[in-house]
């Protein structure tokens, strides 16, 4: 069964600092890999997708097939970054998207 | 440009009352899901559609039922609440089910069931 672990519920960095939100997945073939974000109010949305190899609001994400990882990375966080961010996978065809527990940054003045 | 629209949004029941959370979308997509969040349990897809007509089990079906009658909406039904129900319900729709993994979200309905 496909499982995509965040480690860390609670993440708190400074204004300026480097920030790392950890997700590893079980799936052993080929999987599709996201991040979804929810601002405080808003609701879930995308943030960006593995195969698009895309920046999004200056977060990156690498897929690392060999240590079944997709963590999200930004070199300089921001106030407006706090949220709640979940890891999702699905199996590429497949119509379900399995999700992580999720991780609230906060990032700190 | 609604989106995706939960009515209702907040919901108490007593153990045994049945309820319908109504999933509306204005978007002319094809899929639609029921996920719960639960605390420490991330989202769980209960049922989804991939289209009018069609329903089909995700993750958590058990004490759920569902029913896709017209392509705009998604009825969740629980015939007899139990308190292991009480959740943050969400609704959600994508174009297809292989469109890259985006899902459109409503803003979710929390139940409380006694």
């Known amino acids: 069964a496909q499982r995509v672990t965040q480690p860390e519920k609670l993440l708190s960095v400074f204004k300026g600092a480097p920030v790392e939100l950890k997700c590893n997945y079980s799936?052993?073939?080929?999987?599709?890999l996201f991040w979804y974000v929810q601002y405080s109010r808003q609701r879930l949305q995308l943030l960006l997708r593995?195969?698009s190899r895309e920046s999004i609001k200056g977060f990156t994400a690498d897929l690392n097939k060999g240590e079944t990882s997709f963590h999200l990375k930004k070199p300089f966080a921001q106030e407006e970054d706090s949220a709640m961010y979940y890891c999702?996978?699905?199996?590429?065809?497949?119509?379900?998207?399995?999700f992580g527990t999720g991780t609230r940054l906060t990032v700190i003045p | 440009n609604a989106g995706v629209t939960q009515t209702p949004k907040f919901r108490v029941l007593k153990t045994g009352q049945s309820m319908t959370l109504l999933c509306a979308q204005d978007?002319?997509?094809?899929?639609m899901y029921w996920y719960r969040q639960d605390p420490g349990m991330g989202l769980r897809l209960i049922h989804y559609?991939?289209?009018?007509?069609?329903?089909a089990k995700g993750e958590v079906p058990d004490g759920y039922n569902v029913s896709r009658l017209k392509k705009q909406n998604f009825l969740l039904g629980l015939e007899s609440a139990a308190p292991s129900q009480t959740s943050v319900y969400f609704c959600?729709?994508?174009?297809?089910?292989?469109?890259?993994?985006?899902?459109?979200f409503g803003e979710g309905s929390r139940l409380t069931v006694l």
């Open positions: 978007m002319n997509h094809e899929y």
């Open positions: 559609s991939v289209g009018e007509g069609t329903t």
């Open positions: 999702a996978s699905k199996r590429t065809g497949a119509n379900n998207l399995f």
């Open positions: 959600a729709s994508s174009r297809t089910g292989t469109s890259g993994g985006e899902l459109f």
């Open positions: 593995h195969i």
């Open positions: 799936y052993s073939g080929s999987p599709e």
